[in-house]
């Protein structure tokens, strides 16, 4: 198992996980809650970013994203508008969105990704 890193690991999950030149980061949401899903988006896109350089790689690595929102009619267009704003256009991952009840009722979104180191 040394061919395997986890970061940031408790009981119930690590957060970062690099296998064979893959880093998997589970599931981000902002830690400041009272924002709509634009703010949301972008603070988890922060937190991500600094996750990324502790895997040793950066967002123009990204190969799969998962994105969850809590009300795709509310969140879907002001998460997009902050997603668009910090993925680099010619490094587009494959990517899905999906409405889901969140942990809590005030997460608006929630992003998983997997990267290439």
Not at 11 to 18: D, E, Q
Not at 43 to 55: F, N, Q, V
Not at 81 to 89: G, I, L, M, Q, R
């Amino acid at each position: 198992m040394s061919d395997i890193q986890r970061f940031e690991t408790n009981p119930r999950l690590s957060r970062i996980v690099i296998h064979n030149g893959t880093v998997y980061v589970a599931g981000l949401t902002a830690t400041l809650r009272d924002g709509d899903a634009k703010a949301q988006t972008e603070e988890i896109l922060s937190k991500l970013d600094g996750h990324l350089k502790t895997a040793g790689t950066d967002k123009t690595r990204l190969l799969s994203v998962q994105i969850w929102v809590a009300d795709m009619a509310r969140d879907f267009g002001p998460m997009n508008a902050a997603w668009e704003a910090w993925v680099p256009a010619d490094a587009t991952p494959a990517r899905a969105t999906c409405e889901a009840a969140l942990a809590s009722p005030e997460i608006r979104v929630e992003i998983i990704v997997t990267a290439a180191v």
